[in-house]
């Protein structure tokens, strides 16, 4: 196993022991990141619903299909980037006998961070999409509005480039002309990430370039076929 597949393994399963948090004893399958380990790009969702909680995987319920179609949309798989969550047991909450996914509270955000911040650093990603409210809030602070505050370019954790954008699920709950203009948003700021990555791969074959003491011949930045999703 290389390195960085390995430094995952170890951290699930030190994620899978530890008891920081009463959900820890309620969830069924613990749920740490998937995907390509040498991503540039990281996804940072919320945390895992029922079904994940069952698979013990990131986003594969209704919410994980819109997250594959956006990325979709903007010319990557699921397999190409690293998808992970703020915290990695399900929050739930019980009432007569019926168990229901809940916000994660600040505290078990808090308890699960040093396991997203490992991620981090073991993945390294340049650039850190998150997806929703309490993701963005882990990150840029409590005050973080998304509404107002999507879709802009912060420094993010380890020289990261962090933008946050609606989560699919929200997107999911919408009705009638609001799922449109929403998507419209979403589409903007998938497209920024786009764009962001593109630049990064240009700049890395520029650099390469140079080391190599060869003059620079600028390759137009490819346009993948862009459709919403
Ligand atoms: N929503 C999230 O934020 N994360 C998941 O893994 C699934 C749904």
Known sequence: MDTKRSALATLHAQADA???????????KIVCGV?????TLMIVGEGPGENEDRKGEPFVGRAGELLTKMLAAIGLSREDVFITNTIKCRASTEENGRV???APMLEEIANCREFLDREIAIVKPRVILAVGAPAAK???GAGFGITRQRGIWYAGPAGTDLIVTFHPAYILRLTGGQIDAVKRLVWNDLQ????????LK??????????EGRPFQPR???EPELKLF
């Open 18 to 28: 530890c008891r920081r948090c009463a959900i820890a004893t309620t969830r069924d």
């Open 35 to 39: 995907g390509d380990p040498e991503s």
């Open 100 to 102: 229901f996914n809940r």
């Open 138 to 140: 882990s990150f840029l």
């Open 192 to 199: 920024a990430v786009r764009r962001k990555l593109d630049e």
């Open 202 to 211: 240009q700049a890395d074959e520029v650099e390469s370039v140079d080391r």
């Open 220 to 222: 137009p930045l490819q």
